[in-house]
């Protein structure tokens, strides 16, 4: 018998978050903002998906236009390590890298392009869903979702131009007709949590699918 080949160790669950961001002003009833991933990427590729991504080292020195709501600061920090403003300010800092899109307020000492002489506003955000990737992929996040409505955008909801390259295919999907791109499961049950919120059908608690253990577990926070 040869010697057994060793393999990659298991790869860490890093922290994310992502916004959601819904608009009600369509002719065809509320929408959300998604673009899709490249056909190479080793994370979901060519999957449609919402604006987000790894909380950076430096989210956590951003300074936020404002403070995080009671309730937006005690649903981030359940069972977890990181600063819930670190959360915050990383859904809207990738939130502006990948589609343009700007939710601030005036103030200083943010240190990424697209903020000049403003802050991330953490205001108009809800804490909506919360998922950590299950084991045998090849990236894993613990992924905060946040809601934000799109009046909160600084600028045109319709103009992408200042997009980086992460995500193609910018637009908004009415939340009626989403389930028919290609998205991942989780995508798929977050959007019927936004869909239950938009009807105003939503249940009490943030919905928490934990794949941390050898077991999957969904339960609310």
């Known amino acids: 018998m040869g010697t057994p080949r060793l393999t990659d160790a298991a790869p860490s669950v890093r922290d994310a978050a992502t916004v959601v961001v819904l608009r009600r002003d369509g002719a065809e009833g509320p929408s959300v903002l998604m673009g899709q ?22 989210d956590a020195m951003v300074r936020l236009a404002a403070p995080l709501s009671d309730a937006l600061h005690a649903g981030l920090s359940a069972r977890s390590s990181r600063p819930p403003e670190a959360l915050a300010a990383a859904a809207l ?5 990948e589609t343009g899109q700007i939710i601030a307020a005036p103030g200083t000492g943010c240190p990424w392009p697209g903020f000049d002489g403003l802050c991330p506003d953490p205001t108009p955000l809800r804490f909506v869903f919360r998922a950590i990737t299950p084991p045998a992929r090849p990236r894993r996040f613990d992924a905060r979702f946040l809601l934000a409505p799109a009046e909160a955008l600084l600028g045109d909801p319709d103009d992408f ?33 936004v869909q239950a919120i938009a009807e105003g ?21």
């Open 161 to 193: 131009s200042a997009a980086e390259d992460e995500l193609s295919h910018l637009h908004w999907v009415p939340l009626h007709q989403a389930r028919a791109l290609d998205m991942p499961f989780i995508t798929e049950v977050v959007l019927a949590e």
């Open 93 to 97: 800092r990738e939130l502006a890298e």
């Open 37 to 58: 991933r490249g056909a190479k990427a080793a994370f979901m590729p060519s999957k449609y998906v919402f604006p987000g991504g790894a909380v950076d080292a430096g």
């Open 201 to 221: 059908q939503e249940t009490p608690g943030v919905p928490f699918f934990d794949n941390s253990g050898e077991t999957s577990v969904f339960h609310r926070l």
